[in-house]
């Protein structure tokens, strides 16, 4: 089955601290990757996505993603985060060729202390 | 401007209720979705409908019913409300996916939290 799996369930981290949050998808052939965050209260919204070309991509706010497919695997980063980046974040994985839709990781939680 | 709006935000119903959830965008896209979050956060593709066609139908109870009206509109009916419906519910949109080609970014709604008691 298509599963995308978050290592971290709930990170905490000083202000300036850096980032990597883990993703990791089942195979299933050619993907589409996407981070999505969801700040306390808010709808998602889109951090970054990888489609094809350059397996580091960059995203919104300081975000970057490395595509590394020989792991399975699409990780975020941030060299220096903020207090505001606390949130939730999701990873979703398309399966291009099968079902037009989005699989979800479980979510992490990102707590970042003053 | 809004770009996909849900109402209501809130939702509370006693278990045995009918309840509708709208939703609608004005951004010109082709497909919608409805997508389930629960308590621990797990976000779930329930429905999706392209030019009003459903062409997602997950594993969800008959008791749930989308409607879509119109391609800016898709609505979730949901009959004999149960404690476990309990979840926020998040409305989607994005441009139409060709079989087999990228997926667009999916524009979300605020949610609506709907709570059975």
């Known amino acids: 089955a298509q599963s995308v799996s978050q290592h971290n369930h709930h990170v905490i981290l000083s202000e300036a601290a850096s980032l990597e949050l883990g993703c990791n998808y089942s195979?299933?052939?050619?993907?589409?990757l996407f981070w999505y965050v969801q700040y306390p209260g808010q709808h998602l919204q889109l951090l970054l996505k990888?489609?094809?070309?350059?397996?580091l991509v960059k995203g919104i706010k300081g975000f970057e993603a490395e595509f590394i497919k020989s792991k399975f695997s699409f990780n975020l980063r941030k060299p220096s985060v903020q207090w505001s980046d606390t949130a939730e974040y999701f990873c979703?994985?398309?399966?291009?060729?099968?079902?037009?839709?989005?699989?979800f990781g479980q979510g992490t939680r990102l707590t970042i202390n003053p | 401007d809004t770009a996909v709006s849900q109402t209501p935000k809130y939702l509370v119903t006693q278990m045995g209720n009918d309840k509708s959830i709208k939703c609608e965008q004005n951004l010109g896209h082709d497909t919608m979705y409805w997508y389930k979050q629960d308590s621990k956060k797990f976000l779930k593709i329930m429905f999706s409908?392209?030019?009003?066609?459903?062409?997602i139908n997950e594993t969800v109870p008959n008791r749930f019913s989308p409607k879509s009206p119109d391609k800016a509109h898709l609505n979730l009916h949901i009959n004999s409300l149960e404690l476990g419906d309990s979840a926020v519910y998040f409305c989607?949109?994005?441009?139409?996916?060709?079989?087999?080609?990228?997926?667009?970014?999916?524009?979300f709604g605020p949610g609506t939290r709907l709570t059975v008691t």
């Open positions: 989607a949109s994005s441009d139409t996916q060709l079989a087999g080609g990228p997926a667009d970014e999916q524009y």
């Open positions: 195979y299933g052939g050619t993907v589409n």
């Open positions: 979703a994985v398309k399966y291009v060729g099968g079902a037009q839709k989005l699989v």
């Open positions: 990888y489609f094809s070309g350059d397996p």
């Open positions: 409908y392209n030019n009003k066609e459903l062409i």
